[in-house]
């Protein structure tokens, strides 16, 4: 036996080491599809729109048009990578859609009423002319947004189209609205600036993107406990508390693709809406993919419950977290922490000592194990494994 511990111990530093937090592969919190369709109100709107149309002012040749101007709230706080705009046009008139340049409309993006800076360019109808009846578009575009500046939650986006023809009639040009071949305004792969500008809790909870940073403890001295969530389970892993204080760490673990089908949205209510969402004693943690949420449990009046109590994976938790005990699991209280050393004295567990076990296996490269050992002269260490 004593030969086997020291050829364990060789061998334990080359083994990955229970306290090491790999990086999530899962979905980018912080990247947004921003869709959205033009309306005959004048707005853009994520719901495509009844079927209609928005025509032009007229004017005289020699004076500026008459811009028209398409209005949305921002639904998050974001920084856009380009406008795709599509436009279709109806003529119920005769129309001269080009000026001397062979240009048809200048286009512009402004946020909160000012434009932004360089967001503008002029484009062109194909067609020359226009008759009564005759339908037209100017071809899919990407308007440039070369701006370092976020738009802010609730600031007023504006798309504003202003033509270039030397005339209109009244009544002439229209612009088309509509769900199926309707005029749209997209903000493809909008990247917000950071997790707290997703909202997801109601209290001040440390969050992080899990594809760029790993959980450090403020305190050394306090467990940390990782739980991976997916869209069909959680990982049940083994939770240690030593003393009255722990950190719990709940990583939205779906991929690209769940992410996508379930939790990708950009208006708040609907993302809060399709949260996994955990209690754990008095405080809610909401759990959205790509984002890691870490609780700062506090026992020191007693044990705790955690639970899933929203969308819960088909393979959940719920289990009593009790103070100062290892190997903690649903339906298992675990063992008390401060067993006796081979001197007789108590050992002192240290943090790095106490991870929680191993992700379930199908969702983790195969790899080497190790059952859990009591070494002679050091301190309790709990290899990671997988709670039954």
Known sequence: MRALLVALLVVLPALPAASAHALVSAADPLSLNIDGWLT????????????????????????AGTPLTFTMTAPVRFLPQGLDVTIYLRADKPVVTQDNNGKS?????????????????????AQQALKPTDTAGVSPFTLPTPTTTPIDEN???????????????????????????????????????????????????????LAKENFSAPDPAQAVNEMDVYHDNVTTN??????????????GAETSGEAQSYHDFPDHAKRIAATHDFMVGGTLMRVHPGVGVVLDMDLSKGPIDFRCVKNCPAVSVNMTIYPNRSLQAPGQMGQPIGGPTATGSPAAPTAASTQAAAPTPERRAPGPGLAPLLVAGAALALVRRRAP
Do not use: C, W
Not at 111 to 123: L, Q, R, S, T
Not at 238 to 251: M, N, Q, R
């Open 40 to 63: 005959a109100d004048g707005r853009i709107t994520p719901e495509g729109p009844a079927a209609g149309s928005v025509y032009f002012a007229s004017y005289q040749p020699g004076s």
């Open 105 to 125: 409309f200048h286009v512009e993006l402004l946020a909160g009423g000012a434009p932004i800076p360089g967001a503008a360019m002029d484009v062109a109808i």
């Open 238 to 251: 083994y939770v240690t508390v030593i003393g009255t204080k722990a950190y719990l760490v709940l990583k």
């Open 155 to 209: 600031a007023t986006v504006t798309l504003r189209l202003t033509p270039l023809m030397p005339a209109l009639l009244d009544g002439a040009l229209a612009i088309v609205v509509g769900a199926d071949t309707g005029s749209s305004a997209n903000f493809p792969l909008a990247q917000v600036p950071s997790v707290k500008d997703l909202k997801l809790q109601d209290t001040d909870l440390f969050e992080y993107d």
